[in-house]
């Protein structure tokens, strides 16, 4: 992150036992959002993460 980005939200998957939550932290709002996920959802982030940062490299989300 560069000296002038400006975070605009923060992300937290934690483990409980069994169990997955996401917690997103909206850092302008001062909000703070949890969701449970599923472990299937949790196995595909990776696949979901490499897809993103490939449509970023072919240029495709830039504007």
């Given at each position: 992150?560069?000296?002038?980005?400006?975070?605009?939200?923060?992300?937290?998957?934690?483990?409980?036992g069994?169990?997955?939550?996401?917690?997103?932290?909206?850092?302008q709002?001062?909000?703070?959002?949890?969701?449970?996920?599923?472990?299937?959802?949790?196995e595909?982030?990776?696949?979901?993460?490499?897809?993103?940062?490939?449509?970023?490299?072919r240029?495709?989300?830039r504007?």
């Amino acid at each position: 992150m560069s000296a002038t980005a400006t975070p605009l939200y923060s992300a937290e998957l934690i483990q409980e036992g069994g169990v997955y939550r996401l917690v997103v932290t909206d850092r302008q709002r001062h909000t703070v959002q949890t969701a449970y996920v599923s472990r299937r959802a949790v196995e595909q982030l990776p696949v979901f993460l490499s897809k993103l940062d490939s449509l970023h490299q072919r240029g495709l989300r830039r504007r």
